[in-house]
């Protein structure tokens, strides 16, 4: 059973950083990926990473956020800087048993990690 665990979330101002990790995941064979919900707004993909490391971005946070995985100890990152007040949302992992990434939602998810970005 796989049961993901996000922590790094905080609030932090403008321009900001921030890392989030989850952990939770049990072997490589996983395409991992970081969504966000805004509150009255609809869940968005953030990044994702395929069992050979391979990353994919939304425009929106493109160059302020890098996703990556450290598969000896289990454990996803989003390392965010340059944070804006719309980055604002609960960040979720989620995970799925395959090599590579595909369109549908992962089977397994977190609880999600509370960030807000504000002045």
């Known amino acids: 059973q796989v049961q993901l665990r996000e922590s790094g979330g905080s609030s932090v101002q403008p321009g900001g950083s921030l890392r989030l990790s989850c952990v939770g995941y049990?072997?490589?064979?996983?395409?991992m990926k970081w969504f966000r919900q805004a509150q009255g707004k609809e869940r968005e993909e953030v990044a994702q990473?395929?069992?050979?490391?391979?990353?994919t971005y939304a425009d929106s946070v493109k160059g302020r956020f890098t996703i990556s995985r450290v598969d000896a100890t289990n454990t996803l990152y989003l390392q965010m800087t340059s944070l804006k007040p719309e980055d604002t949302a609960m960040y979720y992992c989620?995970?799925?048993?395959?090599?590579?990434?595909?369109?549908?939602?992962?089977?397994?998810w977190g609880q999600g990690t509370q960030v807000t970005v504000s002045s």
């Open positions: 989620a995970a799925e048993r395959v090599y590579f990434c595909n369109e549908g939602d992962p089977k397994y």
């Open positions: 990473i395929n069992t050979y490391g391979r990353t």
């Open positions: 049990n072997d490589n064979i996983y395409c």
